[in-house]
């Protein structure tokens, strides 16, 4: 979240510096001391997971001068074993057990009014003899053509001339059924593509599946006409967001804080330069393409909303901002009055957006506007907060008449940052960057639109409640479109219920404090909105992730969700494990759960290790779903064996005051040592200070490299400066090293491209097994280009690319290229792969080639 004001100025104690920053304090210096986390990928990367340029709040020149100030500490050097680079020949990926996963329809009867599938017991029966053997009074049949030599099509007319309806139809599919020489008889239903996008980056997107987003899209997904907020920085140009972006208005008042030369105006451009000496965040952008990024259009990311409009209004500028400000910003956006404000928003916003705050009891100024606001029909969501605190005192969170939102991580756990406690009424994932749980070699942020260190567009990992809120800003997006469409203005408090009271909640377990009604669901939001019968839908399991990290013992939640009703009983799902180590994993909580309807749960995953010889190991775990719910499989990976870490460099950077310039000596740097657990003390001069560190994750004395692990306090959302004052020592200046990292939208290698030798597939291999070749890469090391996910191929442990697909997954081409299939990984998309027909490939037994093409 955003700060609103530079608040938390630390007071720091003074002590004498040593090597490790040891020693007692005198009346001097002042003491720093705190812990960090390095981010650590499924595998020791030698990239830190991702090999892309480093984003950092200071401009390039200051980094330049710190590199030379830092350059001179020391640290331990560890080399790491290289990676397997053979080519694994990419085994097909066998699809999950059961019946074949269709796309998601729209609510209404599939049944095609009037059809009826008919397979016969003899081959080759002629049209004639069909329609003598289906003919009944009352109708006019048609022979509407041939599947295979066994299945005809016959069409039904009613002789009196009435429609007839898919109930009839159920009629005539039972009386057919009994006609001697048929083998069955069946509905011929409607199929329609899925609502997934299929954005390059969306297989990046792990935080959408965790809220059922997915599922919700096939209720809803455009939410034309809703006008979004989206008070914050302000907005870039991008093309992921422009074409969704109306007229916006600058609303800081003060010239020297806005940066543009002027005061209030109707340009909301992010002028950037909001983090020290040039840095730039883009919050406002990032926050912007969560809500409502131009979705589906093949490139970049996917938004929530995906055809909301974003009404930018800029509220925070190099100076951070005020709640005055904020205040006026509400009232704008909202159709209320600023006097000396002539121009008014084309349409008030329906949802406000504040992924900011700051540091204070509840304030009257902000609840006279949010009250306006929300008499006017307004709907507003707030971020909790990055201080790991009691939200109690965080506003505009603690007001009333506003959605207060905390941030998870795709392990369902709070995130280690956020807020939490009573004025918390709901999180949304929000990120844990220094996890990579789903093994695709990126930090688990949350990824959105930005500019790069160049000002061209980008696309970057954040982590916040502020990623965290404008998922729940899209969301109620969507519950307002679709209570639209029902004829009914959605109300505030009418939002509020149905994301509490479908909400997942979170155990005590996995977040102290409280995380109020729980994780959100969108699908059954959007459900409660409808007042969706449940009884008429069967069951349908979907699962977040297709894949789980372990390292060393430990116990981790897999979300199992229920995207259909309980037509026929509620979801009843069995998990078992398989594969040569399957007696290390477990289930404390019980192995079958069972999942209500439009609803989540947990599964406990235990790993215990003890016996293991230091690898890595693959274990299927396989989940099947009552009735025709489905299944899916999700690999655990369990890295066994303690690696040795680098030592991380910290540094406490200031700005002369006569100069300017930004200034790094070596008495202000110390070493956080791996054998030590990152653990850091330095006693410094009493002086204002920003804190940041780094690992030189490739050792060549290099530092701030691309993809390097880097952090700076506070947290990647708030760059924030520390008082120390002499005498005084605080503890816990702790912070995340992150891979902060723009995802090249348009990478040089592309995935899954036909290829004849290495030399097509720019930094990846060609494999020529595969039909026509394709490209891909190993990515134990490297994280895989946008378009691409991360897939375990061989049981040793090797990781490939393969290219995403998010169309007729499972059960068709799709977006894969002529002569591929599109095989499901359980989470909404898939990974191009050969089509088992014709391909000379093997199935991975017990599956067995189909006639579809795919592996089952």
């Known amino acids: 979240m955003r700060r609103l004001l530079l608040v938390g100025m630390l007071l720091l104690s003074a002590t004498s510096c040593d090597e490790d920053g040891g020693g007692g304090p005198d009346a001097n210096s002042g003491t720093v001391a705190g812990t960090l986390t390095p981010f650590r990928s499924n595998e020791q990367s030698s990239e830190g997971g991702v090999s892309r340029a480093t984003h950092l709040p200071f401009g390039k020149g200051v980094l330049a001068r710190l590199k030379d100030s830092m350059r001179g500490a020391k640290a331990q050097r560890v080399r790491r ?223 929530v909303a995906w055809n909301a409009q974003l009404l930018p209004v800029r509220v925070l500028g190099n100076k951070g901002g005020n709640s005055f400000d904020i205040a006026a910003a509400i009232a704008w956006a909202t159709g209320g009055d600023v006097p000396g404000i002539t121009q008014r928003p084309a349409k008030a916003a329906k949802v406000v957006n504040m992924s900011l705050g700051g540091s204070a009891p509840p304030q009257p100024l902000y609840q006279d506007a949010i009250d306006a606001a929300v008499r006017r029909g307004a709907i507003i969501v707030v971020a909790a907060g990055n ?128 995380c109020g009604a729980g994780l959100i669901n969108a699908q059954a939001a959007l459900r409660r909105i409808q007042s969706t019968d449940p009884a008429l839908e069967p069951p349908k399991l979907s699962v977040s992730t297709s894949t789980l990290f372990f390292r060393q013992s430990v116990t981790q939640q897999l979300t199992l969700s229920n995207v259909g009703g309980r037509q026929g009983g509620d979801l009843v799902v069995t998990a078992t494990v398989s594969g040569a180590q399957q007696s290390a994993v477990s289930f404390p909580g019980g192995s079958t759960k069972t999942v209500p309807a439009y609803g989540s749960t947990t599964l406990d995953v235990a790993v215990n290790t003890a016996g293991l010889a230091d690898g890595d190991y693959v274990v299927n775990l396989n989940l099947a779903g009552s009735g025709a719910a489905g299944s899916a499989t999700v690999a655990l990976k369990i890295g066994v064996g303690t690696s040795d870490d680098l030592d991380a460099i910290v540094a406490f950077v200031w700005q002369n005051a006569l100069t300017g310039e930004w200034e790094a000596a070596q008495e202000a740097i110390t070493v956080a040592r791996a054998s030590r657990g990152y653990d850091y003390s330095l006693a410094l001069e ?129 977006d894969c290229r002529s002569g591929y299939v599109c095989y499901s990984d359980g989470t909404g998309i898939g990974a191009c792969q050969p089509s088992c027909i014709g391909s000379g490939l093997n199935c991975l037994p017990p599956a067995t080639c189909r006639s579809d093409g795919f592996c089952r």
């Open 686 to 814: 009493p002086r204002t200070y920003y804190a940041l560190a780094t690992i030189d994750d490739d050792e060549d004395g290099e530092l701030f490299e691309d993809g390097e692990r880097t952090g700076f306090w506070r947290n990647v959302d708030s760059f924030e400066p520390l008082d120390v004052e002499a005498g005084d020592s605080t503890p816990g200046i702790s912070f995340d090293l992150l891979p902060l990292a723009p995802i090249d939208d348009d990478p040089t290698l592309d995935v899954g491209a036909s290829c004849t030798d290495d030399s097509d597939c720019a930094e990846g291999f060609c494999n020529t097994n595969f039909p026509g070749g394709y490209c891909s890469l190993v990515c134990n090391t490297t994280a895989c280009p946008a378009g691409s996910k991360c897939y375990t191929v061989s049981s040793s442990g090797l990781k490939n690319c393969l290219d995403s697909c998010s169309r007729e997954v499972g059960t068709g081409q799709g």
């Open 387 to 514: 201080e790991n605190v009691d939200a109690s005192n965080s506003t505009p969170c603690n007001q009333e008449n506003v959605i207060c939102v905390g941030s998870t991580g795709l392990s369902g756990r709070r995130s280690s940052f956020s807020n939490y406690g009573a004025r918390v009424d709901v999180v949304a994932s929000g990120g844990e960057m220094v996890e990579d749980i789903n093994g695709d070699g990126y930090a688990d942020g949350v990824l959105s639109t930005v500019l790069d260190d160049n000002r061209q567009p980008a696309y970057a990992f954040s982590q916040g409640t502020s990623m965290a809120a404008p998922h729940v800003g899209g969301v109620v997006a969507l519950l307002a479109a679709t209570a639209a469409k029902l004829s009914a203005d959605l109300s505030s408090s009418q939002a509020e219920s149905a994301l509490k009271t479908t909400a997942t909640p979170i155990p005590s377990s996995l977040c102290a404090g409280g």
């Open 81 to 303: 074993s290289a990676v397997d680079q053979t080519d694994p020949g990419l085994p097909i990926i066998p699809a999950p057990l059961g019946p074949p996963p269709l796309a998601r329809i729209p609510q209404e009867d599939p049944t095609i009014a009037g059809d009826v599938v008919v397979r016969f017991e003899e081959a080759g029966v002629s049209p004639e003899h069909v329609l003598s053997a289906t003919a009944l009074p009352g109708y006019r049949v048609v022979h509407k053509g041939h599947a295979s030599e066994y299945l005809h099509l016959v069409g039904f007319e009613a002789e009196d001339g009435h429609a007839v309806t898919t109930d009839e139809t159920r009629e005539l599919v039972s009386k057919l059924a009994a006609v001697p020489g048929v083998r069955y008889t069946d509905r011929n239903l409607r199929m329609y593509k899925t609502a997934v996008p299929d954005d390059k980056g969306y297989g990046l997107q792990w935080h959408y599946p965790t809220i059922n987003l997915p599922a919700a899209w096939d209720i809803e997904f455009g939410a034309d006409g809703v006008v979004v907020a989206v008070i914050d920085t302000g907005i870039v140009s991008h093309p992921d967001l422009n074409t969704h972006v109306v007229q916006g208005y600058d609303m800081i008042a003060d010239p020297t804080n806005a940066g543009d030369g002027n005061g209030r105006d109707p340009n909301p451009l992010d002028e950037g330069g909001d983090e020290p000496q040039g840095g730039s965040s883009w919050h406002g952008s990032h926050v912007a393409g969560t809500v409502a990024a131009v979705t589906n259009n093949g490139v970049g990311v996917a938004g």
